[in-house]
């Protein structure tokens, strides 16, 4: 394993790639977590600074120890959440042989109101098509979709046997060229490839943006290389999918009916252009409060005079989005949708560790709604009153032991990213 400082390089991980060993300075940190870098990417800005943080996250954890708040959660025992061009081949795989395991298991979900949902990882489909108002509304959208996402994580650990943790996608590393990058090229090591040309898929409109419309990048019909080559895609799509016509329509208007279907995709570097690291790194540091960092996550108000104005949470959506991720209700129903938002989980993390005195437990009051699908819900309330309750797939929680990093939900949230 190549940790920090250190010159022994993994194999697997080195095998057919080139590139020099970057040199990153040794901190108090380094010695508590395994920190293993692909040397083809060189640490981008937002690398940089999350590195630069983590030893005020050590800080602030030695202080919860010291208090003893951490719910027996240290930097030493805390899972490492990892890029995926990090992760050796042979993680990758293990991944997404996961993931197809899920899709193998049955649903745990009540399937006389979901004949769509065919498996296991059909309930988090489940949970989010008829709960998106909900899930992104301004209370939600961080505290509940790291919920989501950690519990996702753990039906891959416990019921497929997955040995890693979720990794996110770091957009900036694939955003030139998404076609070839180790996420969706396609290969056996890969999330999946690109869809067959589609002519009738247009794009992502953006009512309110200059330009208003993520174009088609020439994809849009059905996958077919890479480890979700033979996925049945079934519930959805919704009214709100932006899948285009070839899309067959769902049985039931709700889109809860079963419409077996292959998974369809159109890799996007109008999309992914929109979240290079420059972008987040405004993000994090130029975010005084929630509401900036919450406004300019969602694009509002438009950016003028950005070929790629759709904001860092709409861009992540469409890295390769068609149906059913195009879709804003049945988007979970393609595996890339975990990368995203737990790529989303860590800029807020990396965002919160900047002063987590201040920044845990503030949420955004939602002045701003989130072009260009939905009328989001404002809500205002104490956010300490407020319960995440994700129903069918785990047991509710408060929303701000969501918030807390690093021993929250009785310590149950103990992990870092790398
Ligand atoms: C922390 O660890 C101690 C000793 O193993 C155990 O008794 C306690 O229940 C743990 N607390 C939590 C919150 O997991
Ligand atoms: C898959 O593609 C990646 C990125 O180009 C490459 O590093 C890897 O060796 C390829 N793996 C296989 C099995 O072809
Ligand atoms: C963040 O912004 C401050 C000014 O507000 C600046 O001094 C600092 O260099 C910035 N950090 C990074 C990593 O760009
Ligand atoms: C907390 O929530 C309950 C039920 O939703 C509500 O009745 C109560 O007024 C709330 N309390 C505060 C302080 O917001
Ligand atoms: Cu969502």
Same mark, same amino acid.
């Given at each position: 394993?190549?940790?920090?400082?250190?010159? %022994?390089?993994?194999?697997?991980?080195?095998?057919?790639?080139?590139?020099?060993?970057?040199?990153?300075?040794?901190?108090?940190?380094?010695?508590?977590?395994?920190?293993?870098?692909?040397?083809?990417? $060189? %640490?981008?800005?937002?690398?940089?600074?999350?590195?630069?943080?983590?030893?005020?996250?050590?800080?602030?954890?030695?202080?919860?120890?010291?208090?003893?708040?951490?719910?027996?959660?240290?930097?030493?025992?805390?899972?490492?959440?990892?890029? /995926?061009?990090?992760?050796?081949?042979?993680?990758?795989?293990?991944?997404?042989?996961?993931?197809?395991?899920?899709?193998?298991?049955?649903?745990?979900?009540?399937?006389?109101?979901?004949?769509?949902?065919?498996?296991?990882?059909?309930?988090?489909?489940?949970?989010?098509?008829?709960?998106?108002? +909900?899930?992104?509304?301004?209370?939600?959208?961080?505290?509940?979709?790291?919920?989501?996402?950690?519990?996702?994580?753990?039906?891959?650990?416990?019921?497929?046997?997955?040995? !890693?943790?979720?990794?996110?996608?770091?957009?900036?590393?694939?955003?030139?060229?998404?076609?070839?990058?180790?996420?969706?090229?396609?290969?056996?090591?890969?999330?999946?490839?690109?869809?067959?040309?589609?002519?009738?898929?247009?794009?992502?409109?953006?009512?309110?943006?200059?330009?208003?419309?993520?174009?088609?990048?020439?994809?849009?019909?059905?996958?077919?290389?890479?480890?979700?080559?033979?996925?049945?895609?079934?519930?959805?799509?919704?009214?709100?999918?932006?899948?285009?016509?070839?899309?067959?329509?769902?049985?039931?208007?709700?889109?809860?009916?079963?419409?077996?279907?292959?998974?369809?995709?159109?890799?996007?570097?109008?999309?992914?252009?929109?979240?290079?690291?420059?972008?987040?790194?405004?993000?994090?540091?130029?975010?005084?409060?929630?509401?900036?960092?919450?406004?300019?996550?969602?694009?509002?108000?438009?950016?003028?005079?950005?070929?790629?104005? /759709?904001?860092?949470?709409?861009?992540?959506?469409?890295?390769?989005?068609?149906?059913?991720? !195009?879709?804003?209700?049945?988007?979970?129903?393609?595996?890339?949708?975990?990368?995203?938002?737990?790529?989303?989980?860590?800029?807020?993390?990396?965002?919160?560790?900047?002063?987590?005195?201040?920044?845990?437990?503030?949420?955004?009051?939602?002045?701003?709604?989130? $072009?260009?699908?939905?009328?989001?819900?404002?809500?205002?309330?104490?956010?300490?009153?407020?319960?995440?309750?994700?129903? /069918?797939?785990?047991?509710?929680?408060?929303?701000?032991?969501?918030?807390? +990093?690093?021993?929250?939900?009785?310590?149950?949230?103990?992990?870092?990213?790398?």
């Amino acid at each position: 394993m190549w940790t920090i400082g250190s010159a %022994l390089l993994l194999p697997s991980l080195l095998a057919g790639v080139q590139g020099a060993a970057i040199e990153v300075p040794r901190s108090a940190y380094s010695s508590k977590i395994e920190v293993i870098r692909n040397p083809v990417y $060189p %640490l981008d800005v937002v690398d940089q600074l999350e590195e630069a943080t983590m030893p005020k996250v050590d800080e602030w954890v030695a202080q919860k120890i010291a208090a003893n708040t951490n719910n027996n959660c240290t930097l030493e025992n805390a899972a490492v959440r990892r890029e /995926w061009s990090d992760l050796s081949e042979e993680q990758r795989i293990e991944y997404t042989t996961a993931v197809k395991c899920l899709m193998n298991l049955p649903p745990t979900v009540d399937t006389t109101r979901f004949p769509g949902a065919l498996s296991r990882y059909d309930d988090f489909v489940a949970f989010h098509m008829t709960h998106a108002m +909900q899930l992104h509304d301004n209370f939600h959208l961080f505290g509940a979709h790291k919920y989501y996402v950690w519990l996702f994580e753990k039906a891959l650990r416990e019921e497929c046997g997955y040995t !890693g943790y979720q990794p996110y996608m770091n957009y900036d590393r694939y955003a030139e060229d998404p076609f070839n990058s180790p996420l969706l090229n396609g290969n056996a090591s890969s999330l999946g490839g690109n869809g067959q040309p589609e002519p009738s898929y247009r794009g992502v409109p953006q009512p309110g943006r200059t330009p208003n419309i993520i174009k088609s990048g020439g994809g849009g019909g059905c996958v077919t290389e890479g480890p979700f080559s033979d996925m049945v895609v079934s519930l959805g799509p919704t009214s709100m999918s932006m899948g285009g016509s070839s899309v067959p329509k769902n049985p039931k208007a709700d889109g809860s009916g079963k419409n077996p279907r292959c998974l369809r995709r159109d890799v996007n570097r109008d999309a992914t252009m929109g979240a290079k690291a420059d972008r987040a790194l405004h993000l994090i540091n130029n975010s005084k409060d929630i509401d900036a960092f919450y406004n300019e996550l969602l694009g509002t108000p438009p950016p003028r005079n950005d070929p790629y104005p /759709w904001g860092i949470h709409t861009a992540g959506h469409y890295v390769a989005a068609v149906d059913p991720g !195009g879709d804003p209700m049945t988007s979970p129903g393609d595996p890339l949708f975990y990368f995203h938002h737990t790529a989303l989980d860590r800029l807020w993390w990396i965002w919160q560790m900047q002063d987590p005195e201040k920044r845990l437990n503030v949420v955004p009051s939602g002045g701003m709604p989130m $072009p260009p699908m939905m009328n989001l819900e404002r809500r205002a309330e104490d956010p300490s009153n407020v319960t995440v309750d994700l129903e /069918w797939l785990g047991p509710p929680i408060k929303l701000l032991e969501a918030h807390e +990093q690093l021993g929250g939900n009785n310590g149950l949230f103990c992990y870092v990213y790398v």
